[in-house]
Nanobody
């Protein structure tokens, strides 16, 4: 069984940087699609970034390109989200997710991911 355990997050000021980490335990990490989603207060969960399992290519929400970077370390079974120049509208609970079967066209859909981290709060003050 796959388990995802997140770390990082917290309260930062606008313009600061933050890195979130997600530790993957279980089988087939290197062949899993891994992703980050977030859920702002009062809103639905939304796609942030993903690394697709077959190609290793990164995909981002259009509004976050250039500020956020997703990466993985297959030797340590870790996924990271580097967030730079944070803005108050980035305030949300952030979740890492993984799946071993989804297809590219469903990459941005939270319902397609089987495994989720516990979530971590990121709050950006102005």
């Amino acid at each position: 069984q796959v388990q995802l355990v997140q770390s990082g997050g917290g309260l930062v000021q606008a313009g600061d940087s933050l890195r979130l980490s997600c530790a993957f335990s279980g089988r087939a990490f290197s062949t899993s699609t891994v992703a980050w989603f977030r859920q702002p207060p009062g809103k639905e969960r939304e796609f942030v970034a993903a690394l697709f399992r077959s190609t290793g290519r990164a995909y981002y929400a259009d509004s976050l390109k250039g500020r956020f970077t997703i990466s993985r370390d297959n030797t340590k079974n870790m996924v990271f989200l580097q967030m730079n120049n944070l803005k108050p509208e980035d305030t949300a609970v952030y979740y890492c997710a993984a799946d071993q079967r989804l297809i590219l066209s469903t990459l941005r859909l939270p319902g397609q991911y089987d495994f989720w981290g516990q979530g971590t709060q990121v709050t950006v003050s102005s």
